[in-house]
C-alpha cells in the first residue's frame, strides 16, 4: 500500500470518537451520516471532508490511534508494507507540537511492527497551497526523527500550484538524503508530470493519470 494519507483514513466511528473525546461537535451525529458525505464531485470536495477530519486530531494519542488502527486494517488485508502520507503543517498551525504528530504516529508503526510483523514507513507531505518557504520550515521541524522518515512528498489542492513551485524544497530534501514523491497529474495537467519528473528528479509520481494527455 504505497498511497495513503493518514488524514483521510479514520473511520467514520473512530473520527466521532476522537470528536467527542476532544469536545468537538461534528456536522455528523452517526457514523452512518458521515459515510453519506462520501460522495465526492471532485477533488475539492475530497479535500473539504478531509482537512474537517483533521481538526479531530488534537493529541499525541489521536496521532497513534489513527496510524494504529489503519496498519491493523491492513494487516488484516494481507498488507506486509504500507507507506503513510501525513501532512503536519495542518496541526502545526493550530499549535499542535510537532512532536506530538510524530511520536504519535511513529509510535504506532513501531507498535504495528512489533505486533502485527506489517512494514510501515511515513511520508512527509507539504502542502502546496502553502509556500515553499513553509515546506522548508518543515523540513527542518521534522529532522529530530530524520533516521525514521521514508521519504518527502507535495499534496493537495494541484491546479493553480505545479511542482515547479517547490523545486528549491525537493533539492533540499534530495541533498539531505531522502527520496522524494509528489502528487503530479491528479487534476492537474500532464505538464506538472513532466516538471515532477524532469525538474523535481522525483522517485515516485502519486496518481499521473494526466500522463495520459
Given amino acids: 500500500e504505497l498511497h495513503m494519507h493518514l488524514e483521510g483514513s479514520i473511520e467514520a466511528e473512530l473520527l ?17 451520516a458521515l459515510r453519506g458525505a462520501y460522495r465526492f464531485r471532485n477533488l475539492q470536495a475530497f479535500l473539504d471532508l478531509y482537512y474537517e477530519g483533521c481538526r479531530v486530531l488534537m493529541q499525541e494519542r489521536d496521532f497513534y490511534d489513527i496510524t494504529r488502527a489503519y496498519l491493523r486494517r491492513a494487516h488484516a488485508d494481507a498488507v506486509v508494507r504500507a507507506e503513510l502520507f501525513l501532512g503536519p503543517q495542518g496541526f502545526t ?14 509510535t504506532a508503526m513501531r507498535d504495528a511492527t512489533r505486533e502485527d510483523g506489517i512494514s510501515a514507513g511515513l511520508l512527509v507531505s507539504a502542502q502546496r497551497h502553502r509556500s515553499e518557504a513553509d515546506a522548508l520550515k518543515l523540513l527542518d521541524s521534522v529532522m529530530p526523527w530524520a533516521e525514521r522518515i521514508a521519504g518527502f512528498g507535495l499534496g493537495g489542492a494541484e491546479v493553480g500550484n505545479p511542482p515547479s513551485r517547490f523545486a528549491r524544497y525537493f533539492r533540499t530534501c534530495r541533498d539531505r538524503g531522502f527520496r522524494i514523491t509528489v502528487h503530479a497529474g491528479e ?27
Wanted: charged fraction near 30%.
Fill in 16 to 32: 466521532l470518537e476522537l470528536a467527542a473525546r476532544n469536545g468537538l461537535r461534528p456536522r455528523w451525529e452517526t457514523p452512518e
Fill in 93 to 106: 498551525e493550530r499549535g499542535i507540537a510537532i512532536k506530538a504528530v510524530m511520536d504519535g504516529v511513529l
Fill in 187 to 213: 487534476e492537474g495537467p500532464a505538464s506538472y508530470v513532466r516538471e515532477a519528473v524532469d525538474l523535481l528528479q522525483t522517485d515516485r509520481i502519486d496518481h499521473g493519470v494526466a500522463c495520459m494527455d
